[in-house]
């Protein structure tokens, strides 16, 4: 059946690939977002010419979470999924302040607002970088969270506050992604995967930094769609739930391997690995074996997959300037000047 669906963040990296996978299943979507990466018709228009009527279906609304009135927008929701945050840790170092702000305080008015308007589902994207670095080869949902930056430190805290809230007064559920890759209407090139391959692709190139560091990924597809499976799940399969979602883990030199291997298969050129020293030492393994379990879901998409996704994208102009600021977090919020 068709639902009446919030999404707060709608138009970023994963939300712009979600928000059009909701309208093609038939909900209803609405969607809160700064817009601070692209407008509207940048991000959607494309979509909504092709699909005149889904239009019908989709309501955007242009707001900070920290100041909009996010009750006004809420009233008749089934389901909320909250993805908006500052989503890197480098942005936090910029101000940490604005992270705070953003991704633990203006939470906790989201929750309030889902509470007082009765919302049936709420779905919040936590990260699997709240575990920390681990020393178990298969890190799983009930090991302990250890966080060791202010942003997987306030995605450990928004998971505390909503365990700490009864099922009768907001059913939720938590979802701990691993890192996203693959090509988006919102897309980002400041993530692992996405990174290697434009560097490959604009200079024949590919950095590591390290390279034995384990990351787990999961194609932006596979993300998109198991948050519209937790949309049209029952309650007793999600309901008060914390699932890792990911799906494959490699090292980081493993990762830069498989993208050289694609883009050479492209650019019928060499693509060299150059290796450099890394003060990051973050390693985890992510297990998806619970929600495989418990709902069935597991990913469907390779990294392979998304590196292709990238390079056909490139080729078809889809990526005029790999170096304009709104595919990276950073310099754009520091040309917005955002406070």
Not at 13 to 37: A, C, I, N, P
Not at 69 to 91: K, Q, R
Not at 299 to 322: E, M, Q, Y
Request: net charge neutral; aromatic share 10%.
């Amino acid at each position: 059946m068709p639902k009446k669906v919030l999404v707060i963040g709608g138009a970023g990296y994963v939300g712009s690939s979600l928000v059009l996978k909701l309208l093609d299943e038939g909900h209803y979507v609405r969607v809160l977002d700064t817009f601070w990466f692209g407008d509207i018709d940048s991000i959607f228009g494309n979509y909504l010419t092709k699909h005149p009527l889904s239009a019908f279906r989709f309501c955007p609304f242009e707001g900070d979470i920290r100041s909009f009135d996010i009750e006004s927008i809420m009233g008749g929701m089934d389901v909320v999924i909250h993805l908006a945050c500052i989503s890197n840790d480098p942005s936090f170092e910029l101000n940490p302040d604005l992270g705070r702000s953003i991704n633990y305080d203006a939470f906790l008015r989201v929750i309030k607002a889902a509470q007082e308007k009765g919302i049936g589902r709420f779905i919040f994207a936590s990260s699997s970088s709240v575990y920390g670095i681990k020393n178990e080869p298969e890190v799983t949902e009930e090991l302990s969270l250890e966080p060791l930056t202010d942003y997987s430190k306030f995605k450990a805290l928004c998971e505390n506050e909503l365990n700490m809230i009864p099922m009768g007064k907001l059913p939720w559920v938590i979802i701990r992604p691993a890192t996203v890759c693959g090509y988006a209407p919102r897309l980002r090139l400041d993530l692992i995967v996405n990174i290697l391959t434009i560097s490959a692709l604009t200079k024949n190139k590919i950095t590591v930094f390290g390279g034995s560091q384990q990351r787990p990924s999961i194609h932006i597809d596979d993300m998109a769609d198991l948050y519209v499976q937790l949309v049209n799940e029952a309650d007793k399969k999600v309901m008060g739930k914390t699932f890792n979602a990911g799906g494959s883990n490699y090292s980081v030199m493993n990762i830069a391997i498989l993208v050289q291997s694609v883009v050479q298969e492209y650019k019928k050129a060499k693509v060299s690995i150059e290796v450099h020293q890394t003060n990051d030492p973050r390693s985890y393994r992510v297990s998806s074996a619970k929600i495989q379990r418990e709902l069935g879901w597991q990913a469907r998409h390779s990294i392979s997959d998304a590196v292709r996704s990238l390079v056909g994208a490139f080729n078809a102009g889809k990526i005029p300037d790999p170096e304009n600021p709104r595919y990276y977090n950073i310099k754009t919020m520091q040309l917005l000047n955002v406070e």
